[in-house]
């Protein structure tokens, strides 16, 4: 079906995209137009919980987006208008956290990159019903990092996602600690939850299964801005979308800094002026503002323009379940306001951050091959032509082995891929060289179409004989539709 769509939008997409751009047109948004604004909104900075003990409740909320016009009906944990609080952890702490559901529906809260037992790991066997609360509690093993948290229930993830339930996750171990990084939270250390979302005549979300959104939201927040010190500010991104993945740089084309992604520090800052990110990513960045004037305005941008097709966001239509208008264009995730430096700034980044042992394929003691295929049904992928169900095993691992898992994709379209309970090394790509950024422990990939990725991981501490753990694509679409497996960690 998407490769057809694809195909019958390409046919019009000239057209389609001019008419929208000179018309300020509305899209697929239902009556609310779409128009360029130069009025920015500050960026909202959510609240954060920290201690050993935490209590989250999911619930039906609302939020303003627009300036006129009703308020959006959304879900939020604890009482916030989108999104939910960021919680803050310390590697070692034995941690309790107590959810609630206030919905009418059911829920499950996955910790995403989280190394845990698989009955506390959130997936969608971890329901909680309306009303009730789940209590998990494990030890952080992870390395301090950025991590979140969001719904897993099967079949619900998009929907519940697309309202706005989720949260970030900061770790924080002594390695990190002892580096002088920006950490002042919301100063110069900025939490960047990235998607967009499409919006009906009333200002209501549209929850039909849209593969991306028309306005982009950092944090939530419209056309955002950041007013942040003339000095290194560090960004925990995460890209939170439904399929779109985010090619990331500065107006300038100035130089940026990972010192981390998913699971933890890099050995080292790398540089870059593009950092692409698919859904489920993470990476922490520094960007140094401290040869920009204050009241000076720098832009962080998308440049999604010229993709090939497979990369989500590049298809060339404006409408539809593939289009957007944000797609198949550069755009901004971010304008900048510099202001006075902090006192205590951060006026240079370290050469080195930690030292990393890394597995190879040489270590692998077993393999697994996944192939993503054609579905079954009206599913439009699978894993080796089998849709997921509750109570089908794909793989047993024994405990401590040593993995390399093969991921292949020459099924119409890239996917985010992601595995639970490990964190795991990106051991060869096929389409060519791993860019130094993904050197580092990761939990989620982009697989471009037509790509081969395989990763290695060593599948410790916790072994269940009852309790799957997943590996899905990361879209939430594709997983609801079967895009996704489970296994055993096994005495």
């Avoid at 950490?183 to 549209?206: E, H, K, M, Q």
């Avoid at 593969?211 to 939530?220: K, P």
């Avoid at 080796?384 to 024994?398: A, E, G, K, L, M």
Wanted: aromatic share 12%; with cysteine; charged share 10%.
């Amino acid at each position: 079906m998407k490769k057809l769509l694809f195909a019958i939008v390409l046919l019009g997409a000239v057209i389609i995209y001019s008419c929208n751009k000179s018309s300020g047109g509305s899209g697929s948004t239902g009556g609310t137009t779409n128009t360029t604004s130069t009025t920015y909104n500050a960026l909202y900075i959510p609240p954060t919980l920290t201690g050993t003990s935490f209590n989250i409740s999911l619930a039906k909320s609302s939020k303003q987006f627009f300036a006129t016009g009703a308020d959006t009906p959304t879900y939020s944990y604890n009482g916030l208008p989108f999104w939910g609080p960021t919680l803050i952890f310390n590697k070692g702490d034995n941690i309790t956290l107590n959810v609630t559901n206030n919905l009418t529906d059911t829920t499950t809260v996955h910790w995403h990159g989280f190394h845990i037992p698989p009955i506390m790991d959130g997936g969608p066997h971890q329901k909680i019903a309306p009303g009730t609360t789940w209590s998990p509690h494990f030890v952080v093993m992870n390395s301090a990092s950025t991590y979140w948290f969001h719904p897993h229930l099967h079949e619900k993830t998009y929907q519940q996602l697309t309202m706005g339930a989720g949260g970030l996750i900061i770790v924080r171990d002594p390695i990190e600690t002892a580096l002088n990084l920006p950490r002042n939270y919301g100063v110069d250390d900025i939490p960047l939850v990235l998607t967009s979302r499409r919006f009906n005549a009333d200002n209501s979300f549209n929850t039909n299964v849209n593969d991306y959104g028309d306005y982009l939201l950092a944090n939530g927040t419209l056309n955002p801005q950041a007013t942040l010190p003339k000095q290194f500010v560090r960004f925990r991104i995460l890209n939170a979308e439904i399929e779109r993945a985010y090619n990331l740089g500065f107006g300038d084309n100035r130089t940026f800094y990972v010192i981390s992604n998913d699971g933890g520090l890099l050995d080292a800052p790398a540089p870059v002026t593009r950092l692409v990110l698919g859904v489920g990513e993470r990476a922490e960045v520094l960007v140094d503002l401290s040869n920009d004037a204050v009241g000076s305005n720098v832009s962080f941008k998308s440049y999604n323009s010229g993709q090939t097709f497979g990369f989500p966001g590049g298809e060339p239509s404006t409408s539809g379940a593939l289009g957007s208008l944000l797609n198949n264009t550069t755009f901004e995730v971010l304008n900048i306001n510099v202001a006075a430096a902090t006192s205590g700034a951060v006026t240079a980044i370290p050469t080195k951050l930690t030292t990393n042992t890394y597995l190879a394929a040489s270590d692998a003691t077993s393999t697994i091959v996944t192939n993503i295929t054609a579905g079954q049904g009206s599913s439009e992928f699978a894993f080796d032509n089998n849709n997921y169900n509750y109570i089908t095993i794909n793989h047993t691992i024994p405990l401590n082995t040593v993995v390399k898992w093969t991921f292949v994709n020459s099924n119409v379209f890239g996917h985010s891929i992601h595995i639970h309970d490990i964190q795991f090394k990106i051991v060869s790509r096929s389409s060519g060289t791993i860019q130094p950024y993904e050197q580092g422990w990761k939990d989620s990939f982009f697989l471009h179409l037509g790509e081969t990725v395989s990763v290695v991981a060593k599948f410790n501490d916790f072994a269940d004989g009852t309790n799957p753990y997943m590996y899905h694509c990361h879209f939430p679409n594709h997983e609801d539709a079967g895009l996704m497996g489970q296994f055993l960690v096994t005495p």
